[in-house]
């Protein structure tokens, strides 16, 4: 079993910065990064393969907010900048073994970390 921990979630206002890390022990999974509103379904943000050669992004975020992983550590990063309320959510850690599609058939999750975005 794999076993994910976010960290780094918090409040901000609009405009600001986070950064979430994402501890996990799997050097070579596909790791992503997902959220989940209030009221609203589980949605894709962003993702990086094993060895961190490719990257994806969800539009809504693309230009704002960096994936990256330091596997000496064991951990994926998810810097997020010029932050908005609507980017409010329960941000998920997730890894795979497979690499493609990088923006689905994730089979281990973290617990989530919250982010609150204020205007």
């Known amino acids: 079993q794999v076993q994910l921990v976010e960290s780094g979630g918090g409040s901000v206002q609009a405009g600001g910065s986070l950064r979430l890390s994402c501890a996990a022990p799997?050097?070579?999974?596909?790791m992503g990064w997902f959220r989940q509103a209030p009221g609203k379904e589980r949605e894709f943000v962003s993702a990086?393969?094993?060895?961190?050669?490719?990257?994806l992004y969800a539009d809504s975020v693309n230009g704002r907010f960096t994936i990256s992983r330091d596997n000496a550590k064991n951990t994926v990063y998810l810097q997020m900048n010029s932050l908005e309320p609507e980017d409010t959510a329960v941000y998920y850690c997730?890894?795979?073994?497979?690499?493609?599609?990088?923006?689905?058939?994730?089979?281990?999750w973290g617990q989530g970390t919250q982010v609150i975005v204020s205007s």
């Open positions: 990086i393969t094993g060895g961190g050669g490719a990257t």
């Open positions: 799997v050097r070579t999974f596909t």
């Open positions: 997730a890894a795979k073994l497979v690499t493609y599609p990088l923006n689905g058939g994730y089979n281990y």
